[in-house]
């Protein structure tokens, strides 16, 4: 299963849930919708499961992708990977899919703190950051139940 969001650029004011906010899409803030949500994908097929639309005064987007991923495994008990971007790498996020028993996907920003051997430290000092090349080999990097700062 994969979390993300998706913007939609909009350019009237009477879209429910339309604001000035950042669009990865557009690469700046423009005025947009932003869904979150959750997609199953395999080697054969990537189809969506879920969506939450997010609204600023609201829940924020790491609360939906919380929900997602709870809603997804109550839905599916046989999942049993999830990933996100690095912007979803959160304790909060991290948690609930351990919780849900799934092992996660992410990439880390070098200067994000991981604790590895219980200890604190940069995500570059433990590993050697992923290139294109290792993750199409198949080297993946299993931190079990280290969590993100």
């Not at 959750?38 to 997010?54: A, E, G, I, M, T």
């Not at 790491?62 to 046989?78: D, F, H, S, V, W």
């Amino acid at each position: 299963m994969v979390i993300d969001d998706t913007s939609f650029k909009k350019w009237g004011s009477k879209t429910d849930g339309t604001y000035k906010q950042y669009s990865a899409e557009e690469g700046n803030v423009t005025n947009c919708k932003v869904i979150v949500s959750s997609n199953y994908v395999d080697h054969k097929r990537n189809y969506p499961l879920d969506l939450q639309p997010y609204y600023k005064d609201d829940v924020s987007k790491l609360k939906l992708a919380e929900l997602l991923i709870i809603k997804a495994k109550n839905r599916y008990p046989q999942l049993k990977h999830t990933a996100f971007d690095s912007w979803y790498c959160k304790k909060s996020v991290i948690k609930t899919a351990e919780e849900q028993g799934l092992y996660f996907y992410s990439q880390l920003r070098q200067d994000r703190k991981v604790v590895y051997r219980k200890r604190l430290m940069k995500a570059s000092r433990p590993v050697k950051p992923a290139s294109t090349s290792s993750v199409s080999s198949g080297k993946v990097y299993d931190f079990k139940k280290n969590l993100c700062e």
